[in-house]
């Protein structure tokens, strides 16, 4: 059987070429001062609302598209979400589509008020 480097006892871990060591201790949010896990999860929430806040896409957002109207979402490579019409597909035209329900299935066209479920 081949060795993975990874050293693991009774209540630790040890990271080989790292020098750094995990204890139980370190792990348990009662025992340690300040819970590097949390921290990190406060600041990936931290970042998902300040992408929101920018208009920045998160990952698994479909793109909307009215179907009477045409009117779509569009991302740029940066992600920054904008909303174009057909006649006019490099344009961010500064509407965005609003959620009908708290699920966000229906939504609503902010150009025609048509309602749907993509």
């Keep these: 059987m081949r060795e993975s480097g990874f050293r693991f006892g009774i ?4 990271f080989p070429n790292s020098g750094k060591q995990i204890t139980v201790s370190s792990m348990n949010p009662g025992l340690a001062e ?9 600041q990936v929430d931290n970042y998902s609302r300040q992408a929101e806040e920018m208009g920045r896409m998160l990952a698994g957002h479909r793109m909307l598209e009215c179907p009477a109207c045409g009117l779509a979402e569009d991302a740029l490579a940066d992600l920054t979400l904008r909303v174009v019409r057909t006649d006019e597909p490099d344009r961010d035209c500064g509407l965005r589509f609003d959620s ?3 699920g966000e299935t229906t939504w609503i066209c902010p150009d025609c008020g048509a309602i749907f479920t993509p």
């Design 100 to 102: 009908a329900d708290e």
């Design 34 to 42: 300040e819970d590097p896990l949390r921290r990190l999860t406060a």
């Design 11 to 14: 209540g630790d871990a040890a």
